[in-house]
């Protein structure tokens, strides 16, 4: 997987309309992602900046990506919200190099609406109606809308502390987000397994939704890590 070896530094990219499907996804952070580096983990509690949990949860992915408990449980002294809200960051970024992994082989006449299993159909939302779309238009809308909200100042003017009010539109996303693995499990499970075993993001992503009660449990829908779901209250 030649995309996921090269260096992403592009700078901080967040639009406000959806595109189309031949634009590249927009990305949210930069950083050498996957190089995966053994080093002694930084010491939280001496980490300082507004960049701060950013890098933290970077280290801890460059370090070990397979190591989910340890990726997604915060450290002492660490914000819950702005723990939550750095990782969802950090999913948006990642999932973009999923997507590019998906051009070419999911397309809108392979997969011309997007499903899951065929119990499963998603409505994309990034339009003036929810409507049906492609899946590869429409994980690129989630993932343009994704960026835009991530990025507003109204709802997350700071990297240090998150308002109380936005925290629904974290858990909304997610719910979004989730779909794009969804998809990508039931349909093109080859690009899944093997970006998995590199990257191990949809273990994390569950890990993390189920952890913080982002998701019910019954809207997890990839066996695969079943073991990972707890089984709170919906």
Same mark, same amino acid.
């Given at each position: 997987m030649n995309n996921l070896k090269r260096n992403r530094n592009n700078e901080v990219a967040a639009e406000e309309q959806a595109g189309n499907a031949n634009r590249r996804p927009v990305e949210l952070v930069y950083l050498p992602l996957i190089t995966h580096d053994h080093r002694e983990q930084e010491d939280f509690s001496k980490m300082s900046g507004e960049f701060s949990v950013q890098e933290y949860i970077q280290e801890l992915i460059r370090s070990d990506?397979?190591?989910?408990?340890?990726?997604?449980?915060p450290p002492k002294g660490a914000d819950t919200a702005v723990w939550q809200y750095e990782h969802l960051r950090q999913f948006v970024l990642e999932l973009n190099l999923l997507v590019v992994q998906l051009q070419g082989i999911c397309n809108t006449k392979s997969c011309p609406k997007m499903k899951a299993t065929e119990e499963w159909l998603y409505l994309c939302a990034c339009h003036p109606t929810t409507q049906e779309c492609p899946a590869i238009d429409y994980m690129i809308h989630t993932l343009d809308y994704?960026?835009?909200?991530?990025t507003n100042q109204k709802y997350f003017p700071s990297r240090t502390s998150i308002p109380?009010? !936005? !925290?629904?539109?974290?858990?909304?996303l997610v719910r979004r987000l989730y779909r794009l693995f969804a998809h990508t499990y039931y349909n093109h499970q080859e690009i899944f397994t093997e970006f998995e075993n590199e990257m191990h993001l949809c273990e994390r992503f569950t890990e993390f939704a189920s952890r913080f009660d982002m998701m019910p449990p019954k809207l997890f829908c990839i066996p695969l890590f079943n073991s990972r779901v707890r089984k709170t209250k919906e």
């Open positions: 990506p397979a190591n989910i408990v340890k990726i997604c449980e994704a960026a835009a909200l991530l109380p009010s !936005s !925290s629904k539109h974290m858990s909304s």
